[in-house]
């Protein structure tokens, strides 16, 4: 045996020897390819991304602001020089109102006079002489009834001219609000800027982006692409917006470079110490691999001749420590199972218990799987939560083993199914738990409460929209009380007969497990006048009542 572990604990040195220099610069290779591909990849794609999502976002609230425009020209103006202004209002409102803010909409005459502003103030460049041939005056005069975008001291505006039989009757100039625009824009750690068609910057989270005249600075007005900027290099992405903007997005390279090549520095190093370590450690590594493996076989021969008491203890590696948890967990697994089957042998009543529970778990997660598959298919967000919250409840039902819990644990893990049930459905569900502090800390069977509330939903809705249920918890001398009602369907006298006759018997041999499981395991585990009752009225819902002993942990008052 000592001559096979010393064989086997040689070749392992000098495989590690053969194969782990080249394994090691192969990959770090890889590594570094890969970092930098992703990197390069990363950094065009999100900037070209948000700048494609802001340059949407301005092209749909431009899109608003020319129909305005063309809704005042078309129902609010007429040839007499009358304006509608409450019609103009309500444009406004319905068009603009999502964005917080409606923007300043001015009518002139040809001579310029303010016919109708819907903030009240007029900026001057409107209606002083020396601006008509300039800015958007001056646009607006170029467009001849086309509509125009203009940056006029500061302000971003739209403009068109209002022609009839070939004369200029009005002119609508809209004043685009900033904080909208900036909204779009965003405020991202990359640099953007929004200008006009000529170069007039608008909006920018940079000074350097533009020049001392407020235009975009000539070097960086330029297509998608690197581009170098004295000592740094960036990568811009440039869209022209439907309305006359055009958005730059930009992200400085430079850092991000002397991160990857810091990063590319520590992964070199640490290429290089593994190597090192490697090469030193391989007869150490060996002679403790071979160690592991023959405790590994002399606990096994242990377990073969009967002994389940002994442990394996492995450190080695991860791998081997996962062998020895892995192989103690099942001895200490297989005496639990043991016992288990010897109390069970014994107790029938314990395996009829067990039986039951068994019905219940499956019974919940088919349901709740069911709804998550239809919710997925409407809101995805909303699947994802119930998946969360299901993974809760899974932990709680199938983790912990105990038969009993404290009330408010078990209550805790009710809020996961109610969130499933609210996302499922929102307004027409309805729910109020009313249960005093005073019994939070008794004991009570595991996943009792939760099966009241899925029977109230599965049978309470039939035809109604909503439903509302009451879930209450009290004390009566050494009994607890819970009673779960709810304004459903209710049930017919039929069917509840069948229900309560199901109920007295030991076995049952119809469809219907929710209420006959929750009172049979209430009747084994307790002796005595416990146990689930039922009453109700055909389309005035139902009531269900559990009673059980007042009980504490031993160490509980």
């Not at 406004?92 to 502003?117: A, I, K, R």
């Not at 601006?131 to 203009?150: F, H, N, P, Q």
Request: net charge negative; hydrophobic share 35%; proline share 2%.
């Amino acid at each position: 045996m000592n001559r096979d572990a010393d064989c086997f604990r040689e070749s392992i040195r000098k495989t590690f020897i053969r194969y782990s220099m080249v394994p090691v610069v192969v990959v770090a290779i890889v590594v570094l390819a890969i970092i930098g591909f992703s990197w390069t990849y990363s950094v065009t794609y999100m900037n070209g991304k948000d700048n494609k999502e802001t340059a949407d976002k301005l092209t749909k609230v431009m899109n608003v602001w020319c129909s305005v425009l063309d809704e005042v020209e078309k129902e609010c103006l007429d040839e007499d020089g009358n304006v509608e202004k409450e019609r103009i209002y309500k444009i406004l409102y319905d068009s603009c109102g999502e964005y917080g803010e409606t923007g300043n909409l001015v009518v002139l005459s040809p001579e310029q006079t303010v016919l109708f502003s819907s903030e009240g103030d007029v900026p001057y460049y409107l209606t002083l002489p020396q601006y008509s041939e300039w800015g958007i005056l001056g646009s607006v005069s170029a467009a001849e009834g086309r509509k125009a975008t203009a940056l006029t001291e500061g302000d971003l505006c739209i403009g068109k001219g209002v022609y009839g039989d070939g004369v200029l009757r009005y002119i609508l100039i809209y004043i685009v609000p900033e904080e909208v625009v900036l909204q779009a824009a965003g405020t991202g750690e990359r640099y953007i800027a929004v200008t006009d068609r000529n170069g007039w910057v608008y909006v920018s989270n940079n000074k350097k982006l533009s020049d001392t005249y407020g235009k975009i600075a000539r070097e960086y007005d330029k297509d998608t692409g690197y581009i170098k900027v004295g000592r740094k290099v960036f990568y811009l992405s440039r869209t022209d917006v439907e309305g006359g903007l055009t958005v730059y997005t930009l992200d400085d390279m430079s850092n991000y470079i002397r991160v990857i090549m810091l990063l590319i520095g520590v992964i070199v190093t640490v290429f290089i110490g593994i190597v090192i370590i490697t090469y030193k450690s391989t007869d150490a590594s060996s002679e403790k691999y071979t160690e592991d493996i023959r405790r590994i076989e002399s606990a096994f021969e242990a377990v073969s001749k009967g002994d389940l008491d002994v442990t394996l203890h492995t450190g080695s590696s991860r791998e081997f420590k996962t062998i020895g948890n892995d192989f103690n967990d099942m001895l200490e697994s297989l005496k639990e199972q043991i016992a288990e089957n010897r109390e069970l042998a014994t107790d029938v009543a314990f395996a009829q218990l067990k039986q039951l529970e068994s019905q219940l778990n499956p019974h919940f997660l088919f349901n709740t799987l069911d709804n998550i598959r239809f919710m997925a298919k409407i809101d995805a967000d909303a699947a994802d939560k119930m998946i969360v919250s299901l993974s809760g409840i899974l932990r709680y039902t199938i983790r912990d083993k105990r038969e009993e819990v404290t009330l408010r644990e078990d209550l805790s893990n009710l809020q996961y199914y109610l969130n499933i049930l609210q996302i499922r459905f929102n307004k027409r569900f309805q729910y109020r738990i009313d249960i005093g502090e005073d019994i939070m800390d008794c004991l009570i069977p595991k996943l009792l409460i939760q099966p009241l509330l899925e029977n109230a939903i599965k049978h309470g809705f039939g035809e109604k929209e909503k439903l509302s249920v009451v879930i209450r918890g009290y004390q009566i001398t050494d009994k607890l009380v819970f009673v779960c009602e709810d304004d459903g369907a209710g049930i017919s006298p039929e069917k509840l007969k069948e229900i309560k006759d199901t109920l007295e018997n030991e076995t049952n041999e119809t469809a219907h497990y929710g209420l006959y499981n929750i009172h049979r395991r209430i009747r084994l585990m307790y002796k005595g006048d416990y146990g689930l009752d039922i009453e109700g009225k055909e389309g005035e819902g139902t009531l269900v009542r559990i009673v059980l002993p007042r009980k504490f942990r031993k160490n509980d008052d």
